[in-house]
């Protein structure tokens, strides 16, 4: 799997939109951007995932980028119990049952009042 | 949605015994689980992948038998740790695959080893 880098942390005000960067430059044609988050001293969550094309859910937006060698993670109304690492995945998907996950360091974000 | 439960959520042992710990898909069957640990301040790591009724896979540097992984249904996998050691002190994180691909995660199990 491709890998990703992410600045190790970030701060954002309580109700402004928080976006996370990523960047996958070696990312193949047949791998999806996942992204999840790890509340502290709890299993990660996931938030959302995409192709090429960007996505919404109820949790946040992705963005990404026409090469995609890049994505942004966007928290559009950031709330204190958004507070948490975020890690940014790239891995091959439809189906393949031995794709596993593979975390790297993740954004430590702080949302502060 | 897709709930994974693990048990004891965190335990604490004496140095040379085991412990056992469960994980559980409570609304859906998993034909593969997986198993990561985790170090204070640290990333996920993944040790390894178990399929339903056949021997796990571990990740380079996990000594299978110091962590005994069996996955006799497909709803539920179990890690021993074996005579653990204060090093063994970790969060361990399960998670299960569904049918389709996608991942859901165990709230963890924080052990330990005094």
């Known amino acids: 799997d491709a890998k990703t880098t992410q600045p190790p942390s970030m701060d954002c005000a309580e109700g402004r939109a928080a976006n996370l960067p990523c960047n996958h430059s070696?990312?193949?044609?047949?791998?999806?951007v996942y992204w999840y988050r790890q509340i502290h001293s709890q299993g990660p969550q996931y938030i959302i995932h995409?192709?090429?094309n960007n996505e919404t859910n109820e949790m946040a937006s992705l963005i990404i980028t026409e090469d995609r060698k890049s994505s942004t993670l966007i928290l559009p109304h950031a709330t204190l119990r958004d507070t948490a690492v975020y890690y940014c995945?790239?891995?091959?998907?439809?189906?393949?049952?031995?794709?596993?996950?593979?975390f790297g360091g993740g954004t430590r974000l702080m949302v502060k009042p | 949605g897709a709930v994974v439960s693990q048990h004891p959520s965190w335990v604490i042992c004496k140095s040379g015994t085991s412990v056992k710990i469960e994980c559980r898909s409570l609304?859906?069957?998993?034909?593969?689980m997986f198993w990561y640990r985790q170090f204070p301040k640290q990333s996920l790591m993944l040790m390894a992948t178990?399929?339903?009724?056949?021997?796990?896979?571990?990740e380079q540097g996990v000594e299978k038998d110091k962590f005994l992984i069996n996955h006799a249904s497909l709803t539920l996998s179990t890690l021993t740790v074996t005579s653990a050691h204060p090093e063994d002190s970790s969060f361990y994180i399960c998670?299960?695959?569904?049918?389709?691909?996608?991942?859901?995660f165990g709230p963890g199990t924080r052990l330990t080893v005094t």
């Open positions: 998670s299960a695959r569904d049918n389709g691909d996608e991942q859901y």
């Open positions: 070696t990312i193949s044609g047949n791998e999806y």
């Open positions: 995409g192709l090429k």
């Open positions: 995945i790239v891995r091959v998907g439809g189906g393949n049952a031995g794709n596993m996950l593979t």
């Open positions: 609304d859906f069957q998993a034909t593969t």
């Open positions: 178990s399929n339903e009724g056949s021997k796990a896979t571990y």
